[in-house]
Structures are given as C-alpha cells and as structure tokens.
C-alpha cells in the first residue's frame, strides 16, 4: 500500500530554515503529483506547495511564495519542502501527500487530487 514518512520537523527561531523530507513507497513513485499541506490548531488543512508529477511545475500558496521551495528526487522516492524566513504563523502540522490518480490532469495545485497522507511533522517557529 501506498506509505508517505515525513521528517525534518522541529522547533526553529523566526526567521530560521527548516527541511522537510516525504519517503514514498508503495507504487510508481514518478507518475504521482506531490504536495506538502499545513494545518494549524483549530484551522482546516491547506495545500502550502504542490509539484508535477515531472517535476516540471510546481505551486506555492501566496503566503509561502518566495520563502518555500518544493522539490523531488525521483530517483529517491522522495519530494521535499525547504522552508527559508520562517515566521511564526507557519507552525503547523505539515503533511506530505501524494495524488489519487497517476498523471492527473485534474490539476495538481487541487487538494482534492490527493488521497494519500503522511502522518505528519510538527513545524514551530517561535518569535
């Protein structure tokens, strides 16, 4: 079955950087759209970045455009969220996720393309 393990959580100053990684198993890791959601106490979960399953595009919502950077490692199984000038309203639960379908043409920035959830990674950024 389809298996995502986040790592690269952690308690960090405003400001700082974080890494996160998403290890994939379970199919075809290259034909999949990729993406990292956050959800915060009390908030619904929303989609943070979303990338191709190519690698040839990717997404950011407007609160992380410019500080986040999605990438993946085909070879590796493997997508990642490098997160640069964090600030405190980015603490969140963030969870990697893959598509339902294998080359979705729905549309990969589109939350209900995903159906498979890692068990998430706390972020904190204090300030």
């Known amino acids: 079955q389809v298996r995502l393990v986040e790592s690269g959580g952690g308690l960090v100053q405003a400001g700082g950087s974080l890494r996160l990684s998403c290890a994939a198993s379970g199919r075809t890791f290259n034909k999949y759209h990729m993406a990292w959601f956050c959800q915060a106490p009390g908030k619904e979960r929303e989609l943070v970045a979303a990338?191709?399953?190519?690698?040839?595009?990717?997404y950011y919502s407007d609160s992380v455009k410019g500080r986040f950077t999605i990438s993946r490692d085909n070879a590796k199984n493997t997508v990642y969220l490098q997160m640069t000038s964090l600030k405190p309203e980015d603490t969140a639960v963030y969870y990697c996720?893959?598509?339902?379908?294998?080359?979705?043409?729905?549309?990969?920035?589109?939350?209900?393309?995903?159906?498979?959830w890692g068990q998430g990674t706390q972020v904190t950024v204090s300030s």
């Open positions: 996720a893959t598509a339902i379908s294998a080359y979705n043409t729905v549309g990969y920035a589109v939350k209900s393309s995903y159906g498979y």
């Open positions: 990338i191709y399953w190519s690698g040839s595009s990717t």
